[in-house]
């Protein structure tokens, strides 16, 4: 099935609506663990988004200029003793691609986020 | 052989899995693509045993790595087959462009004239009609001649497009020597200088 150019899937959407969520909580960029933790939190689902969806999501979202990412200083990943993350931030045309998308479908409403510290 | 390889799977609770089907899906691609999506898969992984660790949910770590991975191959070979191409063309027009060293482009021009002395040689009889089979074989000197043509190109290639050129000379090289067995030591010459070309634009390329 193809898609309309510019039209979101419901995974798209609900990176967005995560990365929203995460800033809300004063983190401005995530990381793709914690934004596919951060959704199956909200949908209080069992498994998290599969690696090759969620990857070829976050790309083409990036594509579209509704997400940029920058990768992390190599210094602190060493300090913390892990590998460097990539960091994704929702773009001013991210808002509005996720307002829209949720104009289009008002009923989609997902639970909150449970309270918790950041993942860090 | 069933048995080390469960215990290295229950020891990295499933993620050389993955790495090694990212490491297969993402063959072929350029240097810096690959690596970013190997990198970032890393850190997933990294980030997935960090939060099984304090949700204590280590034990089941693998499964559901394994449910993750299996839900996403078909993802993953729709961004190998339909948007890495595209992605990757962006790639390589961003990679910089190294300048050939004075020695590289000495070793070019100079099998540069021989390839072209030698075309002169086989492919100016051939015009006139007067090729001779002997020491040819059959096709032997359309072969050669083919050959020089091809070896030609590739090293106008090698300035601007080392990869390309590599690509070019090695069918060149391999028909031409096909077609005049004796004449390997040049062609071997040609292979060389080609090659010495694209390893030093590969060699001091800045990764993305």
Known sequence: MRRKPGQLVPLEVS?????????????AEAHGFLLARTIADQRGAKHLTAYGSLYKALDRLERATLLESRWEDPREAAEAGRPRRRFYRMTAA???ALADARDRAPT???DPLPDRSPVS | MLVPLRRTIARDHGAALVRGWVALYTLGLPDGLRARRREELGADLAEETADAVRRA????LAGRRFVRLLMGIPADLAWRLLDAPGMAVAFRLQRAWVPPTRWTLSALGVVAVGTAGALVLVAGPL?????????WVGWGPYGFAAGCVGALVAIVAAVPAPH???AI???AALVGTLAAPWFVGPWLLVVIAVGVRWYESRSTRSRP
């Open chain 2, 169 to 171: 000379v090695l069918p």
């Open chain 1, 108 to 110: 989609v409403a997902l």
């Open chain 2, 164 to 166: 390309r050129a590599l």
């Open chain 2, 57 to 60: 949910a280590l034990p089941g």
């Open chain 2, 127 to 135: 015009l006139d009609a007067t090729a001779r089979s002997d020491p």
């Open chain 1, 15 to 27: 990176i967005l609506e995560a990365a929203q969520a995460l800033r809300g909580m004063g983190m």
């Open chain 1, 94 to 96: 991210g808002e509005g």
